[in-house]
């Protein structure tokens, strides 16, 4: 459930469920001060932690990227040196 796939950016979906998270927020301030919108906040409430989900597979994800990313920097710097040397 919290293991990042490699196909997704993460930081995409982040930013989504970020975004309606915040307009979440903002239609539910708005419920109480305006009776036109009442009850619209309801209807993107499950972002909100779809949000928490998503930073936290966010991370895991970009943790295994600049694994990934060190991982191939050190076998690029030892082919670099297995050249020099011959």
């Known amino acids: 459930?919290?293991?990042p796939s490699?196909?997704?950016n993460y930081d995409f979906v982040s930013g989504?469920?970020?975004?309606?998270s915040?307009?979440?927020l903002l239609l539910s301030v708005l419920h109480v001060y305006s009776p036109q919108v009442e009850g619209?906040?309801?209807v993107?409430?499950?972002f909100v932690p779809?949000?928490?989900w998503a930073l936290v597979v966010r991370r895991r994800w970009l943790k295994e990227r600049a694994a990934e990313s060190s991982k191939g920097d050190a076998a690029a710097t030892t082919?670099?040196?297995a050249k020099k040397e011959k």
């Open 22 to 24: 915040s307009v979440c």
């Open 16 to 20: 989504v469920y970020a975004f309606f």
């Open 1 to 3: 459930m919290f293991t």
């Open 6 to 8: 490699p196909a997704i």
């Open 50 to 52: 779809s949000l928490v």
């Open 79 to 81: 082919t670099d040196e």
């Open 44 to 46: 993107l409430v499950p």
């Open 40 to 42: 619209f906040y309801i």
